[in-house]
């Protein structure tokens, strides 16, 4: 499997990033080590997951993909060939949602634990917390770093000016920059007033940054459960406008002329942006992974680039030229 910059970095991670956000809970056991092998076996080394992972299913309070991925890195004895990335911030259980320095400190050392590793690749603030002052958040990240229980930082759901401004303080202060920006981005574009909550979508502002900072973008939920290719997944109800028809068009006529699903259509598309950006893709069989894994396969002439990505902004100029 190719691979895509980190970042500034100078590390390089998998095209395709595979999370396995269900693995150990609506996921079983045999089902998620037989995906991970697959995705192991494809070339891929690089694996996203959380602390809270997935503690909103009824019957699963604590955190389950964290342990499964345990077991199978040790089972397997690969640990040192993936690049393991988790996240920290949410609430779940008696826990608030938070960035705050202790709160970091105990749960990189209860991921640490359930991971069964010494050190985080890439560690996520989950989810922005506008209570603590992000200086104190990036310090606590810092000492983490310095104590060699995490190695890089990423940053998931945060406004474009967050982020901007917890790296100026990283750099004024001399503090590890987040590297990487992870939010909710499809190649639809949701209604201005499209509410997910705490997930947020990325705004022309976010990406533009991140291209001027050479920042990577991991998209989650890419394929909005799989709506572009499945029959049984309609277009959900935030991105029904003009503009995502006439997209559906272009991904539809694509797909149908290379004889592609248009959900390979859209990660191909995804994964092949000049700006660098790494797909999270979640999978429950197999069947799923393999046409997500062949959309890495899928070249695009210049036409039907230009025509894919004719419609991508989002209505507002890059801030900067």
């Given at each position: 499997m190719r691979t895509t910059p980190l970042g500034t970095t100078g590390e390089a991670v998998s095209a395709i990033c595979l999370g396995p956000m269900y693995f150990g809970s609506r996921v079983d056991r045999?089902?998620?080590?037989?995906?991970?092998?697959?995705?192991?076996?494809?070339?891929?080394?690089?694996?996203?997951?959380?602390?809270?992972?997935?503690?909103?299913?009824?019957?699963?309070?604590?955190?389950?993909?964290?342990?499964?991925l345990s077991d199978w890195?040790?089972?397997?004895?690969?640990?040192?060939?993936?690049?393991?990335?988790?996240?920290?911030?949410?609430?779940?259980g008696d826990l608030p949602q938070s960035l705050d320095?202790?709160?970091?400190?105990?749960?990189?050392?209860?991921?640490?634990?359930?991971?069964?590793?010494?050190?985080?690749?890439?560690?996520y603030a989950h989810v922005d917390d506008y209570d603590t002052p992000q200086e104190e958040t990036m310090r606590?990240?810092?000492r983490a770093i310095d104590a060699g229980k995490v190695r890089h930082l990423g940053a998931s759901n945060f406004l474009g000016w967050r982020l901007a401004r917890a790296n100026r303080i990283a750099?004024?202060?001399?503090?590890?920059?987040?590297?990487?920006?992870?939010?909710?981005?499809?190649?639809?574009?949701?209604?201005r007033d499209a509410?997910?909550?705490?997930?947020?979508?990325?705004?022309?502002?976010?990406?533009?940054?991140?291209?001027?900072?050479?920042?990577?973008?991991?998209?989650?939920?890419?394929?909005?459960?799989?709506?572009?290719?499945?029959?049984?997944?309609?277009?959900p109800s935030e991105y029904v406008n003009t503009e995502n028809r006439v997209k559906r068009d272009i991904v539809s006529e694509i797909a149908e002329r290379k004889g592609l699903n248009g959900n390979q259509v859209v990660l191909a598309w995804m994964a092949a942006r000049d700006q660098p950006t790494v797909p999270v893709i979640g999978v429950s069989t197999e069947a799923q992974l393999e046409q997500n894994?062949?959309?890495?396969?899928?070249?695009?002439?210049?036409?039907?680039?230009?025509?894919?990505?004719?419609?991508?902004?989002?209505?507002?100029?890059?801030?900067?030229?």
């Open positions: 045999e089902t998620s080590f037989d995906l991970l092998d697959r995705y192991y076996e494809a070339g891929g080394r690089f694996l996203d997951t959380a602390n809270n992972y997935a503690t909103w299913l009824e019957g699963y309070d604590e955190p389950k993909s964290e342990p499964l890195l040790d089972e397997r004895g690969v640990r040192d060939e993936m690049t393991i990335a988790t996240k920290l911030g949410f609430n779940y320095p202790e709160l970091i400190e105990s749960e990189i050392d209860n991921s640490l634990e359930r991971l069964g590793i010494d050190t985080i690749d890439l560690l606590a990240f810092q750099d004024e202060q001399g503090l590890t920059p987040y590297q990487c920006a992870q939010p909710r981005f499809s190649y639809y574009v949701p209604n509410d997910f909550g705490n997930q947020l979508e990325p705004t022309d502002e976010l990406l533009s940054y991140c291209e001027y900072e050479e920042l990577t973008v991991l998209p989650y939920s890419p394929t909005l459960s799989g709506c572009y290719g499945r029959d049984d997944r309609r277009i894994l062949a959309a890495l396969d899928v070249e695009f002439t210049d036409e039907e680039r230009r025509r894919l990505d004719s419609v991508e902004t989002m209505g507002v100029f890059p801030w900067r030229e």
